[in-house]
């Protein structure tokens, strides 16, 4: 069995060796620590290893684990689905949120956001697989929700995220991942500011980042599965 900081720094390499072999440098990935279901000691433990970003799903076990680690240098992601009547704890103690991808969200978390914290960092989940029963805005309607949470005071637009389909064939999986840096540059016309692409998880770090990917988020590689 290895350690937790092993297997980060596998994690590492693995970034390393994939911006390598596509020309790319790895100071350009940010590695987005997902610890979704795992104790605030692993992250604990990841963070000594030299982990910075971590990433949760759930919304109260989060906020537990950002009050139980207020001694770290943490820049915490909220990466789950959002529900409208829940945004508070999300614009008061998270520093990003990848999910966004309604204006109503998007509005509520600006109005939310406490006046002495920094913007919070947006990323719009677009629904690159077009699968009916997930989150994400449909990719035709990206740029005008783009338009929208641009002009929020409370939110900085980052960029986009996306969770693509299980694809068994690389093919296939590399064109949704393809797709995704397509809207990205697109949209980045529009929005100059934006810099991060959020794609890319234990499973498809490689692909994603040789489609341009700048932030992956790796959970199984690095604290192991989860029940
Ligand atoms: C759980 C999760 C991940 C991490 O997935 P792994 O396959 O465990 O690396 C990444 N992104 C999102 C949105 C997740 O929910």
New binding site residues.
Partial sequence: MSTIAERLFEAQARIAAAAQNSGRSAQAITL?A?S?TKPASDIREAYLAGARHF?E?YLQEGVEKITELADLAIHWHF??PLQSNKTRPVAERFDWV??VDRLKIARRLSEQRPEGLTPLNVCLQVNISGEASKSGVPPAELAALAQGVSALPGLTLRGL?A?PAPEADVVRQRQALAQMKQLFDDLKVQHPQMDTL?MG???D?EAAVAEGSTMV???????G??K
Avoid at 217 to 222: D, K, M, V
């Fill in positions: 987005l997902v979704k990433g799903n990466i789950g990848h999910s995220m969770i959020s998880m234990s499973g770090l988020r790796i959970g199984t590689a690095i604290f599965t989860r």
